[in-house]
Protein backbone atom coordinates (compact mmCIF):
# COMPACT_ATOMS: atom_id res chain seq x y z
CA UNK A 1 0.00 0.00 0.00
CA UNK A 2 1.38 3.20 -1.39
CA UNK A 3 0.67 6.42 0.84
CA UNK A 4 1.60 9.94 -0.15
CA UNK A 5 1.05 13.57 1.90
CA UNK A 6 1.02 16.82 0.70
CA UNK A 7 4.03 16.70 2.83
CA UNK A 8 6.06 14.38 0.95
CA UNK A 9 8.86 16.02 -1.13
CA UNK A 10 8.33 13.73 -3.95
CA UNK A 11 4.67 14.13 -4.04
CA UNK A 12 4.66 16.48 -6.68
CA UNK A 13 8.12 16.12 -8.48
CA UNK A 14 7.28 12.24 -8.48
CA UNK A 15 10.96 12.09 -9.06
CA UNK A 16 12.11 8.41 -9.61
CA UNK A 17 15.66 7.77 -9.01
CA UNK A 18 17.43 6.52 -11.61
CA UNK A 19 18.15 3.28 -10.98
CA UNK A 20 14.27 2.53 -11.30
CA UNK A 21 12.65 1.53 -14.39
CA UNK A 22 12.54 3.39 -17.69
CA UNK A 23 8.56 3.86 -17.38
CA UNK A 24 8.90 5.00 -13.77
CA UNK A 25 11.47 7.71 -14.48
CA UNK A 26 9.09 8.66 -17.54
CA UNK A 27 5.88 8.85 -15.86
CA UNK A 28 4.05 11.85 -16.16
CA UNK A 29 3.62 14.08 -13.24
CA UNK A 30 1.64 17.04 -15.14
CA UNK A 31 -1.67 16.65 -17.53
CA UNK A 32 -0.07 18.05 -20.59
CA UNK A 33 2.53 15.68 -20.47
CA UNK A 34 0.51 12.60 -20.35
CA UNK A 35 0.41 10.95 -24.19
CA UNK A 36 -3.24 9.29 -24.95
CA UNK A 37 -6.81 9.57 -23.95
CA UNK A 38 -7.50 12.13 -25.78
CA UNK A 39 -11.31 11.42 -26.22
CA UNK A 40 -11.53 12.09 -22.05
CA UNK A 41 -8.45 14.82 -21.68
CA UNK A 42 -8.05 16.84 -24.96
CA UNK A 43 -9.86 20.72 -24.13
CA UNK A 44 -13.54 20.38 -23.67
CA UNK A 45 -13.45 16.72 -23.44
CA UNK A 46 -15.25 15.86 -19.97
CA UNK A 47 -12.32 14.60 -17.75
CA UNK A 48 -10.37 17.26 -18.83
CA UNK A 49 -13.51 19.53 -17.66
CA UNK A 50 -13.49 18.14 -14.01
CA UNK A 51 -10.55 18.27 -13.35
CA UNK A 52 -9.97 22.09 -14.33
CA UNK A 53 -13.11 22.67 -12.61
CA UNK A 54 -11.85 20.92 -9.27
CA UNK A 55 -15.00 18.70 -9.77
CA UNK A 56 -13.83 15.53 -9.10
CA UNK A 57 -15.71 12.37 -8.08
CA UNK A 58 -15.52 8.78 -7.62
CA UNK A 59 -14.60 6.91 -11.19
CA UNK A 60 -13.64 3.89 -12.65
CA UNK A 61 -10.86 3.82 -15.36
CA UNK A 62 -11.24 0.79 -18.01
CA UNK A 63 -8.81 0.06 -20.03
CA UNK A 64 -6.06 -2.60 -21.27
CA UNK A 65 -2.64 -2.35 -19.69
CA UNK A 66 -0.48 0.14 -20.08
CA UNK A 67 -2.89 3.00 -20.67
CA UNK A 68 -2.22 4.96 -18.19
CA UNK A 69 -4.83 4.26 -15.45
CA UNK A 70 -2.16 4.65 -12.66
CA UNK A 71 -0.06 7.86 -13.70
CA UNK A 72 -3.61 9.73 -14.53
CA UNK A 73 -4.92 8.82 -11.16
CA UNK A 74 -1.79 10.47 -9.77
CA UNK A 75 -1.86 13.39 -11.89
CA UNK A 76 -5.27 13.69 -10.77
CA UNK A 77 -4.65 13.87 -7.07
CA UNK A 78 -1.71 16.30 -7.54
CA UNK A 79 -3.71 18.68 -9.38
CA UNK A 80 -6.50 18.26 -6.53
CA UNK A 81 -3.97 18.75 -3.78
CA UNK A 82 -5.38 15.22 -2.21
CA UNK A 83 -3.72 12.91 -0.57
CA UNK A 84 -2.89 9.86 -2.70
CA UNK A 85 -2.80 6.32 -1.55
CA UNK A 86 -2.17 2.99 -4.15
CA UNK A 87 -4.15 0.37 -3.10
CA UNK A 88 -3.78 -3.03 -4.63
CA UNK A 89 -6.65 -5.67 -4.53
CA UNK A 90 -4.01 -8.37 -4.54
CA UNK A 91 -2.63 -7.90 -1.43
CA UNK A 92 -5.36 -5.71 0.95
CA UNK A 93 -8.29 -6.67 2.58
CA UNK A 94 -10.64 -5.84 4.55
CA UNK A 95 -9.13 -4.42 7.57
CA UNK A 96 -6.63 -2.03 5.46
CA UNK A 97 -9.65 -1.12 3.76
CA UNK A 98 -10.85 0.04 7.37
CA UNK A 99 -7.48 1.48 8.17
CA UNK A 100 -7.71 3.53 4.83
CA UNK A 101 -11.07 5.37 5.92
CA UNK A 102 -10.64 6.29 9.59
CA UNK A 103 -7.38 7.89 8.04
CA UNK A 104 -9.38 9.28 5.34
CA UNK A 105 -12.07 10.46 8.10
CA UNK A 106 -9.51 12.13 10.12
CA UNK A 107 -8.12 13.93 6.57
CA UNK A 108 -11.39 15.10 6.19
CA UNK A 109 -11.72 16.68 9.37
CA UNK A 110 -8.68 18.93 8.42
CA UNK A 111 -9.81 19.69 4.73
CA UNK A 112 -7.63 17.43 3.51
CA UNK A 113 -8.84 15.41 0.84
CA UNK A 114 -7.79 11.70 0.24
CA UNK A 115 -7.99 9.67 -3.12
CA UNK A 116 -7.86 6.43 -3.11
CA UNK A 117 -6.64 4.37 -6.43
CA UNK A 118 -7.30 0.99 -6.46
CA UNK A 119 -5.91 -1.13 -8.87
CA UNK A 120 -7.47 -4.47 -10.37
CA UNK A 121 -10.36 -3.42 -8.68
CA UNK A 122 -12.73 -6.21 -9.98
CA UNK A 123 -10.08 -9.05 -8.11
CA UNK A 124 -11.98 -7.38 -5.10
CA UNK A 125 -14.86 -9.66 -3.73
CA UNK A 126 -18.41 -8.11 -2.99
CA UNK A 127 -17.35 -7.66 0.87
CA UNK A 128 -14.56 -6.06 0.15
CA UNK A 129 -16.31 -3.82 -2.79
CA UNK A 130 -18.59 -3.40 -0.10
CA UNK A 131 -16.38 -1.50 2.40
CA UNK A 132 -15.60 1.32 0.31
CA UNK A 133 -19.50 2.22 -0.23
CA UNK A 134 -20.63 4.34 2.63
CA UNK A 135 -17.13 6.28 2.47
CA UNK A 136 -17.95 6.95 -1.10
CA UNK A 137 -21.50 7.81 -0.51
CA UNK A 138 -20.57 10.35 2.41
CA UNK A 139 -17.73 11.89 -0.05
CA UNK A 140 -14.96 10.84 2.51
CA UNK A 141 -12.81 9.73 0.11
CA UNK A 142 -12.90 10.28 -4.22
CA UNK A 143 -12.38 7.02 -5.30
CA UNK A 144 -10.54 5.62 -8.40
CA UNK A 145 -10.82 2.35 -9.27
CA UNK A 146 -8.66 0.70 -12.35
CA UNK A 147 -10.06 -2.64 -13.99
CA UNK A 148 -8.85 -4.36 -17.39
CA UNK A 149 -12.51 -6.09 -17.19
CA UNK A 150 -15.73 -5.37 -17.94
CA UNK A 151 -16.95 -3.22 -14.44
CA UNK A 152 -20.94 -4.35 -15.54
CA UNK A 153 -19.43 -7.85 -14.83
CA UNK A 154 -17.02 -7.20 -11.91
CA UNK A 155 -18.02 -4.40 -10.03
CA UNK A 156 -20.81 -4.19 -7.45
CA UNK A 157 -24.32 -2.39 -8.75
CA UNK A 158 -24.36 -0.61 -5.36
CA UNK A 159 -20.70 0.77 -5.88
CA UNK A 160 -20.96 1.21 -9.47
CA UNK A 161 -23.81 3.04 -9.86
CA UNK A 162 -22.05 5.76 -7.53
CA UNK A 163 -18.65 5.78 -10.25
CA UNK A 164 -18.36 7.76 -13.32
CA UNK A 165 -17.30 5.09 -15.76
CA UNK A 166 -15.13 6.23 -18.04
CA UNK A 167 -12.77 3.68 -20.92
CA UNK A 168 -9.57 4.13 -21.57
CA UNK A 169 -8.07 3.21 -24.90
CA UNK A 170 -4.80 1.71 -26.06
CA UNK A 171 -2.44 3.73 -27.43
CA UNK A 172 -1.61 3.84 -30.91
CA UNK A 173 1.30 3.50 -32.79
CA UNK A 174 1.79 6.83 -33.44
CA UNK A 175 1.19 8.01 -29.86
CA UNK A 176 3.66 5.15 -28.55
CA UNK A 177 6.38 6.46 -31.08
CA UNK A 178 5.44 9.78 -29.45
CA UNK A 179 6.47 8.52 -26.06
CA UNK A 180 9.40 6.39 -27.44
CA UNK A 181 11.16 9.66 -28.33
CA UNK A 182 10.40 11.51 -25.73
CA UNK A 183 12.25 8.85 -24.10
CA UNK A 184 15.35 9.49 -25.78
CA UNK A 185 15.24 13.27 -25.35
CA UNK A 186 14.37 13.47 -21.83
CA UNK A 187 16.81 13.19 -19.83
CA UNK A 188 14.83 11.50 -17.18
CA UNK A 189 15.21 9.21 -19.65
CA UNK A 190 18.54 8.68 -22.18
CA UNK A 191 18.27 12.35 -23.06
CA UNK A 192 21.95 12.69 -21.56
CA UNK A 193 23.40 9.74 -23.89
CA UNK A 194 24.13 9.35 -27.50
CA UNK A 195 22.03 6.76 -28.87
CA UNK A 196 22.23 5.39 -32.27
CA UNK A 197 18.88 4.07 -33.71
CA UNK A 198 17.36 3.27 -37.05
CA UNK A 199 14.49 5.99 -37.38
CA UNK A 200 11.93 2.66 -38.26
CA UNK A 201 13.18 1.16 -34.48
CA UNK A 202 10.86 3.25 -33.01
CA UNK A 203 7.80 2.65 -34.88
CA UNK A 204 8.74 -1.02 -34.80
CA UNK A 205 8.68 -1.27 -30.98
CA UNK A 206 5.69 0.61 -31.04
CA UNK A 207 3.91 -2.12 -33.68
CA UNK A 208 4.78 -4.74 -31.44
CA UNK A 209 4.01 -3.51 -27.93
CA UNK A 210 -0.08 -3.49 -28.61
CA UNK A 211 -1.01 -0.34 -27.33
CA UNK A 212 0.59 -0.74 -24.06
CA UNK A 213 2.83 2.27 -23.08
CA UNK A 214 4.53 -0.02 -20.18
CA UNK A 215 5.72 -2.89 -22.33
CA UNK A 216 7.36 -0.08 -25.04
CA UNK A 217 9.00 1.52 -22.53
CA UNK A 218 10.62 -1.61 -21.16
CA UNK A 219 11.61 -2.60 -24.68
CA UNK A 220 13.32 0.24 -25.67
CA UNK A 221 14.91 0.24 -22.13
CA UNK A 222 16.22 -3.17 -23.10
CA UNK A 223 17.41 -2.85 -26.22
CA UNK A 224 19.64 0.54 -24.71
CA UNK A 225 20.79 -1.69 -22.21
CA UNK A 226 21.81 -4.30 -24.45
CA UNK A 227 23.18 -2.20 -27.03
CA UNK A 228 26.78 -1.61 -28.22
CA UNK A 229 28.98 0.93 -26.46
CA UNK A 230 31.57 2.68 -28.36
CA UNK A 231 34.69 4.19 -26.98
CA UNK A 232 33.27 7.46 -26.57
CA UNK A 233 30.44 6.29 -24.63
CA UNK A 234 27.23 6.04 -27.18
CA UNK A 235 25.16 3.34 -27.90
CA UNK A 236 24.35 1.99 -31.39
CA UNK A 237 21.10 -0.43 -30.91
CA UNK A 238 21.22 -2.93 -33.92
CA UNK A 239 18.58 -4.90 -35.81
CA UNK A 240 19.68 -7.56 -34.40
CA UNK A 241 19.44 -6.29 -30.71
CA UNK A 242 15.86 -5.62 -31.25
CA UNK A 243 14.88 -8.09 -32.75
CA UNK A 244 16.05 -10.44 -29.72
CA UNK A 245 14.28 -7.80 -27.58
CA UNK A 246 11.26 -8.37 -29.35
CA UNK A 247 11.48 -11.62 -29.03
CA UNK A 248 10.73 -11.91 -32.82
CA UNK A 249 11.68 -10.28 -36.21
CA UNK A 250 11.09 -6.63 -36.00
CA UNK A 251 8.69 -6.30 -39.55
CA UNK A 252 8.41 -2.95 -41.25
CA UNK A 253 4.93 -2.36 -41.01
CA UNK A 254 2.64 0.87 -41.01
CA UNK A 255 -0.68 0.52 -39.82
CA UNK A 256 -1.63 3.67 -41.66
CA UNK A 257 0.38 3.21 -45.05
CA UNK A 258 0.52 1.65 -48.21
CA UNK A 259 1.63 -1.56 -47.02
CA UNK A 260 -1.49 -1.80 -44.66
CA UNK A 261 -3.90 -1.74 -47.27
CA UNK A 262 -1.50 -3.80 -49.62
CA UNK A 263 -1.67 -6.80 -46.90
CA UNK A 264 -5.29 -6.83 -45.99
CA UNK A 265 -6.22 -6.59 -50.00
CA UNK A 266 -3.87 -9.38 -50.23
CA UNK A 267 -5.39 -11.48 -47.57
CA UNK A 268 -9.03 -10.64 -48.78
CA UNK A 269 -8.17 -11.44 -52.36
CA UNK A 270 -6.35 -14.65 -51.11
CA UNK A 271 -9.64 -15.84 -49.70
CA UNK A 272 -11.43 -14.74 -52.40
CA UNK A 273 -9.27 -17.14 -54.85
CA UNK A 274 -9.88 -20.11 -52.36
CA UNK A 275 -6.26 -20.18 -51.56
CA UNK A 276 -6.21 -20.68 -47.63
CA UNK A 277 -2.25 -20.87 -47.76
CA UNK A 278 -1.72 -17.86 -49.10
CA UNK A 279 -4.89 -16.20 -46.92
CA UNK A 280 -2.94 -17.32 -43.38
CA UNK A 281 0.24 -16.53 -44.40
CA UNK A 282 -1.02 -12.45 -45.15
CA UNK A 283 -2.53 -13.04 -41.72
CA UNK A 284 0.53 -14.25 -40.33
CA UNK A 285 2.54 -10.88 -41.98
CA UNK A 286 -0.11 -9.05 -40.32
CA UNK A 287 -0.41 -9.94 -37.02
CA UNK A 288 2.91 -10.45 -36.37
CA UNK A 289 3.88 -7.07 -37.59
CA UNK A 290 1.11 -6.02 -35.10
CA UNK A 291 -1.72 -5.03 -36.80
CA UNK A 292 -5.10 -4.85 -34.26
CA UNK A 293 -6.27 -8.64 -34.39
CA UNK A 294 -10.00 -6.82 -33.88
CA UNK A 295 -9.26 -5.16 -37.03
CA UNK A 296 -8.69 -8.27 -39.08
CA UNK A 297 -11.84 -9.93 -37.64
CA UNK A 298 -13.88 -7.24 -38.82
CA UNK A 299 -12.47 -7.19 -42.56
CA UNK A 300 -13.87 -11.16 -42.48
CA UNK A 301 -17.03 -10.33 -40.70
CA UNK A 302 -17.55 -8.23 -44.23
CA UNK A 303 -15.65 -10.53 -46.34
CA UNK A 304 -18.36 -13.36 -45.37
CA UNK A 305 -21.55 -11.49 -46.33
CA UNK A 306 -19.53 -9.73 -49.48
CA UNK A 307 -17.94 -13.06 -51.10
CA UNK A 308 -20.15 -15.40 -49.69
CA UNK A 309 -23.41 -14.38 -48.50
CA UNK A 310 -25.92 -17.13 -48.88
CA UNK A 311 -23.85 -19.53 -50.36
CA UNK A 312 -23.20 -20.83 -46.81
CA UNK A 313 -24.46 -18.41 -44.19
CA UNK A 314 -22.63 -20.22 -41.42
CA UNK A 315 -19.11 -18.02 -43.06
CA UNK A 316 -20.83 -15.16 -41.36
CA UNK A 317 -21.77 -16.89 -37.87
CA UNK A 318 -17.92 -18.39 -38.05
CA UNK A 319 -16.51 -14.70 -38.72
CA UNK A 320 -18.40 -12.80 -36.01
CA UNK A 321 -17.70 -15.93 -33.20
CA UNK A 322 -13.71 -14.91 -34.35
CA UNK A 323 -14.25 -11.08 -33.46
CA UNK A 324 -15.65 -12.38 -30.24
CA UNK A 325 -12.59 -14.63 -29.59
CA UNK A 326 -10.03 -12.21 -30.34
CA UNK A 327 -11.72 -9.34 -27.93
CA UNK A 328 -12.07 -12.14 -25.23
CA UNK A 329 -8.37 -14.14 -26.15
CA UNK A 330 -6.37 -11.06 -27.43
CA UNK A 331 -2.77 -11.93 -28.78
CA UNK A 332 -1.48 -13.89 -29.46
CA UNK A 333 -4.12 -16.64 -28.66
CA UNK A 334 -6.73 -15.36 -30.72
CA UNK A 335 -4.13 -16.06 -33.84
CA UNK A 336 -5.27 -19.44 -33.89
CA UNK A 337 -9.06 -18.23 -34.12
CA UNK A 338 -8.10 -16.06 -36.47
CA UNK A 339 -6.89 -18.85 -38.67
CA UNK A 340 -9.93 -21.25 -37.85
CA UNK A 341 -12.12 -18.13 -39.52
CA UNK A 342 -9.55 -17.19 -42.60
CA UNK A 343 -9.14 -21.16 -43.63
CA UNK A 344 -13.60 -21.67 -43.40
CA UNK A 345 -14.13 -18.52 -45.66
CA UNK A 346 -11.49 -19.69 -48.41
CA UNK A 347 -12.98 -22.86 -48.72
CA UNK A 348 -16.81 -21.45 -48.18
CA UNK A 349 -18.83 -21.83 -51.63
CA UNK A 350 -18.96 -18.39 -53.13
CA UNK A 351 -21.54 -15.87 -54.31
CA UNK A 352 -21.74 -12.34 -54.05
CA UNK A 353 -24.94 -12.15 -54.94
CA UNK A 354 -25.67 -9.68 -51.70
CA UNK A 355 -22.97 -7.14 -52.38
CA UNK A 356 -24.59 -6.88 -56.53
CA UNK A 357 -27.85 -6.71 -54.92
CA UNK A 358 -26.83 -3.66 -52.47
CA UNK A 359 -24.91 -2.04 -54.93
CA UNK A 360 -28.19 -2.31 -57.43
CA UNK A 361 -30.20 -0.71 -55.20
CA UNK A 362 -28.49 1.94 -53.78
CA UNK A 363 -27.65 3.20 -57.21
CA UNK A 364 -31.31 3.35 -57.71
CA UNK A 365 -31.84 5.28 -53.95
CA UNK A 366 -29.32 7.33 -54.43
CA UNK A 367 -31.28 8.99 -58.05
CA UNK A 368 -34.60 8.07 -56.60
CA UNK A 369 -35.07 9.82 -53.42
CA UNK A 370 -37.86 10.73 -53.73
CA UNK A 371 -40.10 7.66 -54.79
CA UNK A 372 -43.11 7.16 -52.14
CA UNK A 373 -44.02 4.02 -49.96
CA UNK A 374 -46.81 2.13 -52.18
CA UNK A 375 -50.00 2.96 -50.17
CA UNK A 376 -50.61 -0.60 -49.68
CA UNK A 377 -47.79 -0.78 -47.10
CA UNK A 378 -47.51 2.24 -45.64
CA UNK A 379 -48.22 2.55 -41.65
CA UNK A 380 -51.54 3.52 -40.67
CA UNK A 381 -52.03 4.52 -37.09
CA UNK A 382 -54.36 7.11 -37.07
CA UNK A 383 -57.89 7.52 -38.72
CA UNK A 384 -56.68 9.95 -41.13
CA UNK A 385 -54.19 8.01 -42.52
CA UNK A 386 -56.78 5.34 -42.91
CA UNK A 387 -59.10 7.89 -44.83
CA UNK A 388 -56.22 8.96 -46.94
CA UNK A 389 -56.19 5.01 -47.91
CA UNK A 390 -52.83 4.07 -45.68
CA UNK A 391 -52.64 0.44 -45.64
CA UNK A 392 -55.50 -0.38 -47.65
CA UNK A 393 -55.38 -3.67 -49.48
CA UNK A 394 -52.34 -4.66 -47.19
CA UNK A 395 -52.28 -8.76 -46.91
CA UNK A 396 -50.59 -10.24 -43.63
CA UNK A 397 -48.47 -13.35 -45.44
CA UNK A 398 -48.90 -15.25 -42.70
CA UNK A 399 -52.68 -15.26 -42.91
CA UNK A 400 -52.30 -16.53 -46.50
CA UNK A 401 -51.31 -20.61 -47.37
CA UNK A 402 -48.64 -19.77 -48.95
CA UNK A 403 -47.11 -17.18 -46.47
CA UNK A 404 -47.03 -14.52 -49.29
CA UNK A 405 -49.54 -11.86 -50.64
CA UNK A 406 -49.63 -10.54 -54.11
CA UNK A 407 -48.56 -7.29 -53.41
CA UNK A 408 -46.18 -5.21 -55.04
CA UNK A 409 -43.74 -3.27 -52.34
CA UNK A 410 -41.34 -1.39 -54.31
CA UNK A 411 -42.41 2.34 -55.83
CA UNK A 412 -44.33 1.74 -58.52
CA UNK A 413 -41.46 3.16 -60.95
CA UNK A 414 -39.35 0.32 -59.61
CA UNK A 415 -42.10 -2.29 -59.46
CA UNK A 416 -40.29 -4.99 -61.99
CA UNK A 417 -36.14 -4.44 -60.93
CA UNK A 418 -34.80 -7.46 -59.54
CA UNK A 419 -31.66 -6.58 -57.18
CA UNK A 420 -31.09 -10.15 -55.68
CA UNK A 421 -29.64 -12.86 -58.50
CA UNK A 422 -28.60 -15.44 -56.29
CA UNK A 423 -26.00 -17.60 -57.93
CA UNK A 424 -26.04 -22.11 -57.64
CA UNK A 425 -23.60 -22.43 -55.43
CA UNK A 426 -23.91 -23.81 -52.24
CA UNK A 427 -27.14 -23.29 -49.98
CA UNK A 428 -27.61 -20.13 -52.51
CA UNK A 429 -29.13 -22.68 -54.48
CA UNK A 430 -31.64 -23.91 -52.72
CA UNK A 431 -32.62 -19.44 -52.23
CA UNK A 432 -33.10 -19.21 -56.00
CA UNK A 433 -35.37 -22.24 -56.15
CA UNK A 434 -37.26 -20.44 -53.40
CA UNK A 435 -36.32 -17.01 -54.88
CA UNK A 436 -38.31 -17.68 -58.43
CA UNK A 437 -41.49 -19.00 -56.81
CA UNK A 438 -42.17 -16.03 -54.90
CA UNK A 439 -41.77 -13.94 -57.52
CA UNK A 440 -43.72 -16.53 -59.83
CA UNK A 441 -46.67 -16.08 -57.30
CA UNK A 442 -46.52 -12.81 -56.63
CA UNK A 443 -46.57 -12.07 -60.34
CA UNK A 444 -49.62 -14.38 -60.63
CA UNK A 445 -47.86 -16.69 -63.06
CA UNK A 446 -48.13 -19.89 -60.96
CA UNK A 447 -52.00 -20.10 -61.55
Same mark, same amino acid.
Do not use: M, W
Given at each position: MDQLSLFDSDHFSGAAPLSSPLADRLRPQELDEYIGQKHLLAPGKPLRQMLERDMIASMIFWGPPGVGKTTLARIIANRTKSRFINFSAVTSGIKEIKEIMKQAEDNRAYGIRTLVFVDEIHRFNKAQQDAFLPYVEKGSIILIGATTENPSFEINAALLSRL????? +? $? &??? @?????????????????????IHMDEDMLPAIAAASDGDARCALNTLEMAILNGEIAPDGS?????EIL?????? +? $? &??? @????EEHYNLISALHKSMRNSDPDAAVYWLARMLEAGEDPLYIAR????FASEDIGLADSQALQVAVAAYQACHFNGMPECNVNLTHAVVYLS???????????YEEAKADALTMLAEPVPLVIRNAPTSLMSELHYGEGYVYAHNTEEKMARMTCLPESLKDRKYYRPTEEGKEAAFKERLEKSRRFRLGEDS
Open positions: KVFVL +K $A &LTS @DELTELLQHALQNKKGFGSSTITVTQEQCLGK +K $A &LLY @DKNGRLIRLAPRSNALYKA
